[in-house]
């Protein structure tokens, strides 16, 4: 099935700030569009993001030229290509912007693109996304990391850590073990409002943004929560230490760390509270203390690089190769296009590195990734809480496609 015509559209992402969208028809007919979604706290090493920088409009943040460029130069480098071949698809793509990190063209445009070209070919088929985006994989259900407080830059920098989420275990099926996390969900906000926190609102990725008086506290909350309600679940942290770093220092709760320091402030958490995976513990470029801290927990505890590997397979290589962190955050728009999506996620496999399919947090009502995780087979997905509709586009998804389309029986 060819790719015969596409379009583009400037919509809004769920911080209000605008991203692209993007629709392709094929031969047959068959059409299909997909959204792409926003970072905030960026990798220093993501493909780019193209923005107008045009003050005027959305304080510099619109995407009229991301979109430009998908209407008037990517697509058309694409007519006429078999969208049924995701790898030329995305080759074409990758070339035609010719930038190492996508910068003249916009990962956001190519992105909306390769996805929206999968998408239609999974229409044109009448067959599921996930099961079209397995090819020869073994597609699995994953288990989700909900996150239940937030920090960070996502809920105004009130504590340094940015997600506490908690990953549920042994339940039956997604539906059960999402009915548990709301569960804590509700438990976490009324042990909060004990506390005298003020909970008028949900942080960027739908958690309880409390202000209280360390990372620790928000542990301790969320591990009584867990306790209260009788769930069986373990906790997950996201540091995203890189926004506290700065020369070989972790800057938090007023004091000044080295990596060995974060080290010792988060190993006793590991048996105490049942963390049972941390991301970013350590900055981006802090190539010598995630080996340090791989070395020393790296058999105890999941360490996932986000920002550190920002889904980018050199980086990933790197990180395999000297024993920096044992799993990789996958986030599409931090690379750009599917078929590197897949390269990342599929050399992880190979190299015994886990794979968390994550979203961001400015998302849109697209659940592509839904489709992503459980096609790629990487068992784990993380796209924020259970509250405002951007995330609960994926969860609905994943609980739609095991109730509906699971399992997979033959290819359509
Ligand atoms: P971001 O956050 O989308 O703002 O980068 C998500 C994460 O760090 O996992
Ligand atoms: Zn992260």
Redo the contacts with the bound molecule.
């Keep these: 099935m060819k790719i015969e015509r596409v379009r583009a559209l400037e919509i809004l992402d769920s911080r209000g700030t605008p991203t692209v969208q993007a629709q392709v028809w094929l031969s047959d007919g068959s059409s299909a569009s997909a959204q792409a979604?926003?970072?905030?706290?960026?990798?220093r090493h993501e493909a780019v993001e193209l923005r107008d920088g045009d003050p005027v409009r959305h304080a510099g943040k619109g995407v009229l030229r991301a979109v430009r460029n998908v209407e008037e130069i990517l697509g058309p480098a694409v007519i006429g290509l078999d969208a049924a071949d995701q790898a030329a698809v995305d080759a074409r793509l990758i070339e035609t912007d010719g930038s190492p990190n996508k910068a003249r063209l916009g990962a956001n445009a190519l992105l909306a693109l390769s996805c929206a070209a999968a998408r239609a070919t999974a229409n044109a088929r009448r067959i599921p996304l996930w099961r079209y985006l397995a090819g020869s994989r073994t597609p699995t259900m994953p288990i989700p990391m909900v996150n239940i407080i937030s920090g960070g830059?996502?809920a105004g920098r009130n504590l340094e850590f940015?997600?506490f989420l908690v990953r549920p275990r042994g339940y039956p099926d997604l539906a059960s073990a999402l009915e548990a996390v709301t569960a804590v969900h509700r438990a976490t906000g009324k042990l909060l409002a004990m506390k005298g926190c003020i909970l008028t609102g949900v942080a960027?990725?739908g958690g309880w943004g409390p202000r209280l008086a360390s990372n620790e506290e928000a542990i301790q909350v969320l591990h009584e929560a867990i306790a209260q309600v009788g769930a069986d679940m373990d906790i997950v942290l996201?540091v995203?230490s890189s926004h506290f770093y700065e020369e070989g220092t972790y800057r938090l709760e007023g004091r000044e760390l080295t990596a060995e320091g974060m080290a010792d402030l988060l190993a006793p958490w590991l048996e105490k509270y049942g963390v049972r995976s941390i991301?970013?513990p350590l900055a981006e470029d802090d190539w010598a203390g995630w080996q340090l801290l791989t070395a020393r927990l790296g058999n105890q505890v999941r360490l996932v690089g986000?920002?550190l590997f920002v889904t980018n397979l050199t980086r990933l290589e790197k990180g395999i190769a000297e024993c920096a962190a044992n799993a990789v955050?996958v986030?599409m728009n931090q690379i750009g296009t599917l078929t590197e999506t897949f390269g990342v996620i599929d050399r992880a496999r190979e190299a015994g590195f886990g794979a968390v399919i994550?979203?961001?947090?400015?998302e849109t009502e697209d659940s592509f990734l839904a489709d992503l995780a459980v096609a790629s087979g990487a068992g784990e997905i993380?796209v924020g809480s259970i509250t405002r509709s951007e995330r609960l586009a994926k969860y609905n998804r994943l609980l739609e496609i095991e109730k509906w389309e699971w399992p997979a029986t033959k290819e359509g």
């Design positions: 979604p926003s970072g905030a706290s960026t990798g830059l996502h940015q997600d960027d990725e996201d995203a991301e970013d986000d920002d955050l986030k994550s979203a961001r947090s400015g993380k």
